[in-house]
């Protein structure tokens, strides 16, 4: 029997935290804000969360592809989103899914398409059901008559590998892990490692245009995408695989990006290349982080496409075990499967040095797991699994992942962060801590990631307080002219923002488009636009 | 006074090929046909062009933006494509614009558009005027009243200069030339040098997603736009200076490509460089075609990322000088702002060494004005200005440029060839000739550009002859899986082939959008899709 992921929290049910770092979370937060302890509110059971009869039964024909399971049916009536798992600590579920639909071909999802559309019931496609930001949670309102969860979990298998072109037609329900692993016995790999690869799938990836391991230039999943097949209540769509093409407005960028509204994606050809076997990779330090940031700017500008390239601020480097809080850290890499790195590796660094940067190990082939870049690898992929551990005890966190241009950067960076802190001390009674770290780098500017952290005074102050700190971050970044996501997507929780971000104009496009392929409305209500009389 | 373009072939009246190059021409493909030499059509003049009165006459405010000037009606009535260049040597003008409007501010476009509105003229959107698929010229058909060229050519500045981002916003009627010119004081450069680089403008290039200088990476402008501005009939839509972002489907991308039929570009930030001061290039033989295309495989996927990598088969290296008719000919260079390249061209001439290929010569700094690369490059810039001449002779050319992956291309380039070999026998009677290069590169497969060389035997044939052969290259560029066109675009002569190339309810959706940004579909009538009721 296959492993089950959590409905509480981040990864599967076997996913635990060991209680070192439990220990260490808590003891850390505990001094960070000045409490001699936390009160923990314990990991909800799936019984405790009651959920109303489904409004919808599927028909005779689709039975066997459907479950009202219990277990099934929370896991799929949330996100990963700290709001949904502040709901979920509360025992609540303002938003059930009725049905959870495991289709096995594309043509049980045609199937289940006609028949959302004939019950009028809501559909949410479901990949891995990672998304931080309410994509896969149910509309709470909305006409509909119930809400199916549509789960590609079942369509996870890579059906082709073109080694000549390097790539491979893939299902759209794999997960990150099966992928490689499918992928591995060609010699070839998609290296799209987001924070959530082993609880994402290829087609979650696309539909939130995914930010992967590639600091620069392959940053998100749209560039690695050869062609798709969306199925949409309109009918069948599949482009041309075609390494380039200036045919047109590109289709599959109107796909990529579409969070579920638009259509599910059932399959793509994604562009894989061969697995490195040249690394480089060191840390370098800088007494100021905006000389760090300086510095990545020189890096991003001269056309070494660093394979790594993230910058820490000094708190961040601390929390993730990189540094003593005295410095800011960039880790920067190479790797290539063809051709050695290190004279890149070497360029960069005196670019480093340029600005002030101190290298603290340069390193072979085994660099990335070794060192502050292992070390941070190594806590990057753990911390998501903190999040349940920290709703638990009033401690809310959150990410503001945004992109801006360098220019704007400095005072773009300090209004988010004084905006976080005023509202962090203004809601909580206490300061708060915001961080911030690059996760990709652009000739044109940065994408900074800022990691906020609160703490409430109790689990009924929660959920306002995280808004408070939330909305106050959000009117920041689209104030200073960001984008409210760079790589996370929209979803229900970041709509309002992006309802400033998107210019009216494309709004109306979209909304015709939309409406031209999901007349009824029915895909992911409430996400990106609206229908005109809404 | 500023010179003025050509109406009946390429660039300005005062680009004039020398007689040795026409008798070179001349004497080349006489050889090639067998025959002694050919009948001349005199040059047109604009007054041998017989126009009916313009259907339409601006509002008083408008009327000082506007001319009905017999020689701007002219030039503005076609396009550089082979078909309008025939039309234009036998003196017919089937579709004339009936007015050209200049504005000189964004206000001017949108009240220049506000009247066509007003009079159901169509509005055709026009920069440099160059491109060869029929984009710029009038429709012949449809409901609307009169047509109306909007000439971008007075909004060609460069507004802004962002030194520490590399960007800039800039007009979108500036042409190439102005545009280097204007950035070259702050050290910074576009780089996109499309073979109509000197008479064609950025708004152009965006619209028509132009392919450019960089073989690899950076091959489309698309890459290159940090934002837009333009203008619909609906209202004036501004997207955010981003680097990058995953805020729900790129806005940017619905524009770009989409020439003219949602809007008209007035200005954009681009995404700039340094001026490259690191050069690195050489040319590579091989005794086979196919082996050198293994080559530029490998070159593609090693992630060595050329700036140039652009092979000719062995005829059309002969042609543009490059070697004796033996050899195909690969020019492979690196370029950089911030290192030398040296050793990543040695690494590529190993790549090639592995498949055959024999370096001709490395250089240095100044190589890209030298040697066979140099060569190249001068003949690339001066191969347009012939297609007049070879019109006037009953010569005719067209270039066929797609995409497509790697492991189909052995057979699609077979079967592209064999259909166009065959159609210019069956058609002309005599054989033509069929050439291939790489224009661009991508890991998962090349964007060859096949040039086609026939001789009608009489003017009256040309035309017919012409679409002919156009007609059996593209159904084989549509039946083998290729895009029909890489970076020519769309326009009114690839249209039927883009039909059944673009999933229809991609055009469903496009459809939609173009409904709700121009409801009386007056922008480029013809190009892209058609309203429902068509």
């Known amino acids: ?39 923990v509110t314990p ?41 949904d798992i502040i709901r979920v600590y509360r025992r609540e579920c303002p938003a059930p899914a009725d049905v959870v639909a495991l289709p096995r071909t594309e043509q049980d999802v045609i199937d289940l398409l006609d028949w959302c559309y004939r019950a009028n019931a809501a559909v949410i496609p479901f990949g891995g059901g990672s998304s931080v930001v309410g994509g896969v949670a149910p509309p709470a309102e909305g006409s509909h008559s119930a809400a199916v969860s549509i789960d590609l979990r079942h369509l996870g298998r890579v059906l082709e590998i073109d080694a000549v072109s390097q790539s491979a037609r893939i299902q759209a329900g794999t997960f990150g892990p099966s992928l490689e692993a499918q992928l591995k016995g060609a010699g070839l790999t998609l290296r799209h490692f987001p924070q959530s690869f082993k609880c994402s799938t290829l087609g979650g990836w696309i539909a939130t245009r995914a930010g992967g ?119 920067v890499g190479f790797e290539s499967a063809d051709h050695p790195v290190d004279a890149a590796l070497k360029r960069a660094l005196e670019l480093c040095a340029d600005h002030g940067g101190e290298a603290e190990a340069s390193a072979g082939d085994d660099s990335h797991l070794e060192g502050a870049a292992g070390r941070w690898r190594e806590r990057f992929m753990f911390l998501p699994f903190f999040k349940e551990h920290m709703a638990a005890r009033c401690i809310f966190r959150d990410a503001y992942e945004t992109a801006i241009t360098w220019e704007r950067f400095k005072d773009f960076h300090a209004s988010i962060r004084d905006a976080g802190l005023n509202a962090l001390r203004k809601a909580t009674g206490r300061p708060g801590s915001v961080t911030c770290r690059f996760t990709h780098v652009y000739p044109d500017g940065p994408a900074p990631y800022l990691t906020f952290h609160g703490l409430s005074s109790s689990p009924e102050r929660l959920m306002q307080d995280y808004w408070t700190v939330k909305s106050a971050a959000s009117d920041a970044i689209i104030a200073g002219g960001g984008s409210i996501t760079h790589h996370h997507a929209v979803g229900r929780e970041h709509r309002r923002w992006y ?28 996400l990106l636009v609206d229908p005109e009389t809404a």
Chains 1, 2 share one sequence.
């Open 213 to 331: 391991h590639f600091a620069t230039l392959y940053t998100h999943i749209d560039d690695l995408v050869e062609s798709l097949r969306v199925v949409t209540p309109s009918g069948v769509l599949e482009t041309r695989r075609l390494p380039g093409s200036g045919a047109g407005p590109s289709p599959d960028r109107l796909f990529i990006g579409s969070e579920g509204t638009l259509g599910i994606i059932t399959e793509a050809w994604m562009r894989l290349r061969r697995r490195p076997t040249f690394r480089a990779t060191a840390s370098v330090r800088f007494a100021d982080f905006y000389r760090g940031v300086d510095a990545v700017r020189a890096l991003s500008q001269s056309g070494l496409y660093p394979t790594n390239c993230r910058i820490l601020d000094a708190e961040e480097a601390q929390y993730n075990g990189l540094a003593d809080g005295r410095f800011s850290v960039l880790v």
């Open 499 to 526: 309802d400033r971000q998107r210019p009216e104009l494309f709004a109306r496009a979209l909304r015709s488009a939309k409406q031209a392929l999901d007349p009824k409305w029915l895909l992911n209500p409430g």
């Open 1 to 39: 029997m296959a492993k089950r992921l959590k409905f509480w929290g981040w990864g599967y049910e076997d996913d635990v935290v060991p209680d070192s770092e439990i220990r260490w979370m808590e003891s850390t937060w505990a001094a960070r804000f000045g409490v001699q302890g936390f009160d």
């Open 43 to 83: 990991t909800p059971k799936a019984e405790e969360i009651s959920l109303p009869a489904p409004r919808v039964t599927p028909p005779a024909s689709l039975a066997s592809l459907c479950t009202t399971d219990h277990y099934e049916r929370v896991l799929h009536s949330y996100s990963k989103s700290f709001p």
